[in-house]
């Protein structure tokens, strides 16, 4: 089962998403995390209604449908514990909304770890291998996305994700443009 856009019943994808948080969370070393649980449902019912894509999430790519979550997920910031500097460093503690950022990332690289992409002449390809980022670039993503929204952010973060994929995939992109 994928964490979130899972078919059926939306109450998979709570289920799914709490419980990754809930272990992302111990896998750090932080425990007794507060979580709005009704904003997680409103976060993945909310992401579901008003998909910005003309032929909504049936149609869309696995990059608009994380975009879409991690822009949601950030705006409406469902962790209320802060993450400690013991457990993500310095750098990271101390950037506003660190932890829903953080947790946002992650749940989208695993999403797309073993996705499938789609295109126009019926080929599916699986993105095979992990993103991966210098310690340096995470930082600086994670703050860069800490006041991130769908409206504002949400095309931004689906095309950003997209070249994140292919720096790790090059074999995925498709033809290059010479600019």
Do not use: C, W
């Not at 998403?17 to 993945?44: A, E, H, M, P, R």
Request: proline share 3%.
């Amino acid at each position: 089962m994928r964490i979130i856009y899972n078919d059926g019943d939306i109450n998979n994808d709570v289920i799914g998403l709490l419980q990754y948080i809930n272990d992302f969370t111990k896998n750090i070393g932080v425990k007794g995390v507060i979580i709005d649980d009704q904003t997680i449902y409103s976060i993945l019912n909310g992401m579901r209604s008003d998909f910005p894509h003309v032929g909504g999430i049936d149609k869309s790519s696995v990059f608009k449908k994380m975009g879409n979550f991690l822009t949601y997920f950030i705006a409406q910031s469902p962790i209320l514990s802060v993450f400690p500097s013991a457990a993500v460093g310095e750098d990271l503690a101390n950037i506003r909304n660190h932890q829903n950022v953080i947790v946002g990332l992650h749940v989208v690289f695993d999403n797309l770890h073993g996705a499938s992409i789609g295109r126009e002449d019926g080929r599916h390809l699986t993105i095979s291998n992990r993103v991966e980022l210098s310690k340096h670039s995470y930082v600086d993503l994670v703050d860069a996305l800490k006041d991130a929204t769908p409206s504002s952010h949400f095309r931004l973060v689906t095309v950003l994700l997209e070249q994140l994929v292919y720096k790790s995939n090059p074999d995925l992109q498709y033809e290059m443009l010479d600019l």
